[in-house]
């Protein structure tokens, strides 16, 4: 595997001061820890039927979309005093697909008997057994210039950068340039985007901001979409408030455990996950002229898709 990675495209973040290196895997840009683990979920993971994915591309939303979800399926088995939320980094709740440490998670997953699996490949890379058991897709995405943000920040703080020594300006270029993690992320989305058309019954699509604007009905369609919809006694014991409550921003950037620590093997703290989660935090950074380009960018990718990603 070794020699197969090193024969791969590579771009090194000079902006990073070169601690983060991607490489490009089956036209996406993938850090080489995620790839190694990419290709052995690829040649072994063996998904159930019963299995629901959390897909996204960086900096989506994955983190909240993981704990909703976690929330609602434990919702018989715990409340807001019992639920490992409150103890465990969400992302070892459910576990993710291409963590290197994924057969440790997975153990986790299997204990819990979770059906929930997380991960960031695109659809094209999606391990075959994912499509051909038909498991459940929930898909997360999210306005790219905030994105372009929050992965900006997401980087430096791993690389352990002031603001002052990581221009935004150069992280900006790469990401237009395709170069993200997991990117180019217009196509991250326009595979799932095109899936979602093909097997509608499968895969389901949620934006970030319309979670934030209208929690309500998308928390449960997103229940509903994984098998555990409310019901009406639920409704009016509050229990979908409770939920969208608990794993909102304000609740969960203040637990101890989203304060401190980090996942074994990661340069990322488990703050950095929980930065600001602002809509248009990206008009206090980019120029007009980026603006600019960033949508002509954004409008040449999705003619004709509907999609609205500025
Ligand atoms: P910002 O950097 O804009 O603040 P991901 O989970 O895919 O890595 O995405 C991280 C982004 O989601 C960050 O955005 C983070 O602050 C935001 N986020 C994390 N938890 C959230 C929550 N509970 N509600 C809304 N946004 C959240």
Redesign the pocket.
Known sequence: MEEMIDALPQHTCGWTKGNITFYKYQEFWISKSHLEANILAQQSFKAEPSDVFLC?A???????LK?LAFAIVTRERFDKSTTPLLTKFVHECVPHLERPLVVEYEDIRKNLSLPLIGTHLPYSSLPESVISSNCKIVY?YRNIK?VI??HY??LREGSKLPMEDAPFEEAFEEFCHGVSAYGPYWDHVLGYWKASLERPEHILLLK?EDL?SDPKSNVKRLASFIGCPFSFNEEEAGVVDNIIRF???EN??NLEVNKTGKLKGSIFENRF??????DG?WKNYFTNEMKTNIDKLTDEKFTGTGLILK
Do not use: E
């Not at 960086?58 to 909240?64: L, R, V």
């Not at 996950?273 to 602002?278: D, G, H, I």
């Open positions: 996204s960086p900096k989506t939303g994955t983190t909240w704990s997360i905030d943000v929050s920040h997401f970030y934030k794993c909102g921003f969960m950037s996950f929980y930065r600001k989660a602002k935090d």
